[in-house]
């Protein structure tokens, strides 16, 4: 057997990895590559031709060098400077673009989720600089994307939660639990089997926050799967199918009729998110529970992928 070589690692071929940091930093390693990414990505696929707004045709760009290093490519014909990272996120941050494009490798190859906490660790910035990266990251390219995004469809399980700990005490009798359910911020989880999952912060466990919810992110002619809370009662009119499976009397599976994959998601939610963020204001609660549902809906694409997927919604707006 040849020795190993140590500069060039192997994975055991059962390892569900496929991006390491390694390889992550042998493709973008400085800022140089991270711009040109941008640019090639987002004006120039061969890196040298674009079309010039100016000139209103294609033409050659030149990346001169200046003594304070230009963030752009000039067009060769009439001047116009093009800037890459116009119109992103990244634009005019004083945080350098190889440390936007590592906080953006880490949030895609954690399964769980990472601390801001973590991230000032990692890459040595300020703890604000660290927490507005990430800020940006969920809001701005793990939000859906309302106009590519279809309604969920087929078999959909749908669920709520009461979020934001447990109580003190063991509550008395239906009407406690009730009351302290009312107390909490509540999230809608609804899960297609097989495939996506949507989660939203409603009002209320009630009436019209939860099925005006449901009516938004689900498609009518998908069959729900619920447990029978009165709340989904109004809606087996409006969708193919509802088939109810009836906790309440202490019944949780009944062939196909079950809502264990978004209890599931739920179990998983809260553990992780307790490791990674401890707690989380109800201000910021929605934009880390899309941070998870983007992981969920991009896990079949392996982490080399779904940083990529990511980069692109970056070069994207
Ligand atoms: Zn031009």
Redesign the pocket.
Known sequence: MPPANRHEPRRAKSSTSDYSVTEFLAEFPDDAACLEHLWRTRYSPDGEHAH?P??DSR?VFKRYATKQQRQSWT?T??G?HVHPTAGTIFHRSSTSLRLWFHAMYLMTSTRCGISAKQLERELGVHYKTAWRMFNKIRNELMAEDKAREQPLSGEVEVDETSWGGKPRRKLKGMKEVAQFRESKTTVLGMVERGGRVRLRVIASRRGEPLSGAVRANVNPQAILFTDDWMAYKPLSREFAGHQVINHSAGVYVEGTVHTNTVEGFFGNLKTGMRGAYKQVSNKWLQSYLDEYAWRYNERFRGERSMFHSLLDTAARR
Do not use: G, I, T
């Open positions: 010039c100016r000139c033409q067009c014909a009439c116009l």
